[in-house]
């Protein structure tokens, strides 16, 4: 790893302009298709057009997944393509590009939901540099800086340009950490790492804490990178808010996003230049592998199954080159393993902090680890340095107080969080969510990963559950480790009695009932009880990293079998399908019997993969009047195909299944 070192010391490196100026016309996002199109059109909007902004615009949107089989510039024709406004699609491919815009602008958590970078690179590929909101979600954000685009939140910053006002750079770095604002005067992440090997940037010395920690700030503590040059790691407290460099103990990817940070590396770094630390480098062939099922004939003749094939070659290709572990596909078709489930199920460790190309990496916090999501640049970059950029987060509490009602699930209790107001205004956006409570304490590792996973629905930094007597079963149970080096990685992790929280959020246990999530956000919970008709469906599907787990496959099962007892099966004219995690909760599923009573009730089942949660499996809907119910974890527009989605718990999702419309289990 020198040589590669002492090489890159030599390459030239230099800070952007100090200056930035509007290169081209604005785009307002608003919630208003007739405006769009005028706008595509060449019309300008006027600054204060009067019209609402769309909030809540996610990554989907941006970038369907079907235009994440591009991993070049050929995304810059593609921005927005998902992106609905009074109920229509105006945009279409090349709009953008051909329309000379080169500001973006949109309302509140501006970016939530996957952490794919195809999104702001596509915005860069058409020649949009500067991006403005209300707020803006952490990952989409952070990638844009990593790639050299501009974001800001304070209007008044764009009506001085739209007036033709030179502004300085200081204007997009205005309250952001030291070394944020140094990613941004570089250009990027990758020329600020040229520089800061070459000792040109000024990385500031971590501060010291005489507070009470967090978990957070104490496993954040022991990650810090002292010194880069001569990669001491380590420290006994963090700062919230302090930036800086940690050492990862594992960097995952999987074929969206390896492809692309490959590129990227042999690109700006050389082909068949090493990696460093390849054995903490995970890969993962999960996302497409039933794609062929899904893809409808219109964009298999447009050739998209090809360009995404060549998403596995290429990663297939580079995990030889280098020999990395990947996961990949099975002789039963699918994939060994959902990226998540096999992280959680053979890796992940109380402690560790890791990072993964999938904004659902908070999965494994449910053993007391911090683990994240970021995108391809932050992924290629920690090939070079095996370290990753971060502030200390701040933390919320969530307590979740109290027992439990039957019929609860740890999706019913996250259903209720997401509808808190502190969430759904974006004040969470950034944030470590620690779970805790009587009633998360009750939780499997397998519920409390639901509660990590779905972190990235609240907007958050991650999510964490610290270790306690349940990890320790865990660790021995599922990896067989020994009991006594489980209690080893265990201890310590605890958040201090009188450690500081930004914000607290409070949830009676005791007063839950089965929720659901309406169509269009997860976010829309509401009571079963309260839904003001019947619903409903086509389709119910049990599955995805959120809901395929063990545990999920108990409660599957639990319900059909009552159901069966009862003479009920799913009814003709409903789907069900059900899929696996990973090939061990299929097995757990065979030596448990489940398999015969999914089969008997009439569900469906499925290897392991992404899946229908993408839109790349079976389980998808495929018009819009379809109606689907799903265990899964979003349900933006356009997620699942064109049907409406309603979120659930697995419970309520196989309840739904056998009555043909949504109902609460009642065991």
């Not at 079907?66 to 995304?75: A, G, N, Q, S």
């Not at 958050?460 to 080893?488: H, N, Q, W, Y």
């Not at 201090?496 to 269009?520: K, R």
């Amino acid at each position: 790893m020198s040589d590669l070192i002492q090489r890159l010391k030599q390459r030239n490196v230099e800070k952007r302009s100090v200056e930035v100026s509007l290169d081209g016309r604005v785009l307002y996002l608003v919630d208003d298709s007739e405006a769009i199109q005028k706008q595509l059109q060449g019309q300008d909007l006027p600054l204060n057009h009067g019209l609402a902004y769309r909030d809540n615009i996610s990554t989907d949107e941006m970038t369907p997944a079907y235009v994440c089989y591009y991993h070049d510039e050929t995304l810059g024709e593609f921005p927005y393509v998902g992106y609905s406004a009074s109920g229509e699609f105006p945009f279409t491919r090349n709009s953008v590009k051909e329309g000379g815009f080169a500001a973006s602008v949109s309302g509140k958590r501006r970016g939530k939901g996957s952490s794919r970078e195809a999104s702001p690179y596509a915005e860069l590929c058409a020649g949009i540099h500067l991006v403005f909101a209300e707020n803006i979600e952490r990952i989409y954000q952070q990638n844009c800086h990593n790639l050299g685009l501009l974001t800001c939140t304070d209007m008044s910053v764009l009506e001085r340009m739209i007036a033709g006002e030179t502004v300085s750079l200081e204007a997009f770095t205005c309250g952001k950490d030291p070394v944020t604002t140094q990613i941004i005067e570089w250009g990027g992440l990758f020329e600020f790492n040229l520089a800061r090997i070459q000792g040109k940037v000024d990385l500031p010395g971590p501060k010291v804490a005489a507070e009470p920690q967090t978990i957070t700030q104490k496993i954040f503590a022991r990650h810090r990178v002292i010194d880069s040059s001569t990669y001491e790691v380590g420290g006994e407290s963090a700062v919230v808010g302090d930036a800086g460099f940690f050492a990862t103990d594992l960097r995952f990817s999987h074929e969206y996003v390896t492809p692309m940070a490959a590129t990227f590396f042999e690109e700006k770094v050389g082909k068949g230049e090493p990696l460093n630390d390849p054995g903490s480098i995970i890969l993962f062939r999960d996302h497409l592998t039933f794609l062929e099922q899904a893809m409808t004939p219109e964009r298999k003749k447009m050739g998209l199954l090809n360009t995404a094939e060549q998403l596995k070659i290429k990663q297939q290709n580079f995990a030889d080159t280098y020999d990395l572990t990947l996961h990949g596909e099975t002789e039963h078709g699918g994939s060994e393993a959902i990226c998540h489930s096999k992280i959680l199920q053979d890796y992940a460790e109380p402690g560790h902090l890791i990072i993964g190309s999938d904004s659902h990496t908070p999965h494994s916090g449910a053993v007391g680890c911090v683990a994240f999501g970021v995108g391809t640049t932050a992924i290629f970059n920690s090939w070079i340095t095996r370290d990753v950029y971060s502030l200390v987060p701040e933390s919320v509490r969530v307590e979740v107080r109290g027992k439990r009602p039957d019929g609860v699930t740890a999706k019913d209790m996250m259903l209720a969080i997401l509808r808190t107001p502190y969430v759904t205004e974006g004040h969470a956006i950034g944030k470590m969510v620690e779970y805790c409570g009587e009633a998360v304490r009750d939780l499997s590792i397998d519920e409390r990963a639901t509660m990590t996973n779905m972190a990235a629905e609240v907007g958050a930094f991650s999510g964490i559950v610290c270790p306690d007597e349940k990890t320790v079963e865990f660790l021995v149970a599922e990896r067989g480790m020994d009991e006594g080096r489980a209690r080893e990685l265990c201890q310590g992790l605890e958040s201090d009695e009188d450690a500081v929280y930004c914000h607290e959020i409070v949830i009676d246990a005791a007063s839950l009932e089965p929720l659901v999530a309406l169509p269009g956000d997860p976010g829309n919970g509401l009571e079963i009880s309260k839904l003001d008709e019947t619903v409903r469906i086509d389709i119910a599907y049990g599955g995805s990293c959120t809901a395929g787990k063990k545990e999920d496959m108990d409660m599957y099962a639990l319900v059909l079998k009552a159901g069966l007892e009862r003479g009920e099966r799913v009814p003709e004219g409903v789907e069900f399908w059900i899929q696996f995690g990973s090939q061990e909760v299929k097995e757990y599923c065979r030596e448990q019997g489940y398999l015969e009573i999914f089969e008997k009730a009439g569900a469906q089942v499925i290897e392991p993969s992404c899946g229908a949660c993408i839109n790349a499996g079976p389980g998808i809907s495929r018009s819009p009047d379809q109606v689907s119910v799903s265990a899964i974890n979003r349900n933006f527009p356009g997620r699942s195909g064109p049907g409406q989605m309603y979120l659930a718990s697995p419970l309520t999702v196989a309840a739904s299944a056998l009555a043909g419309e949504i109902v609460a289990f009642e065991g």
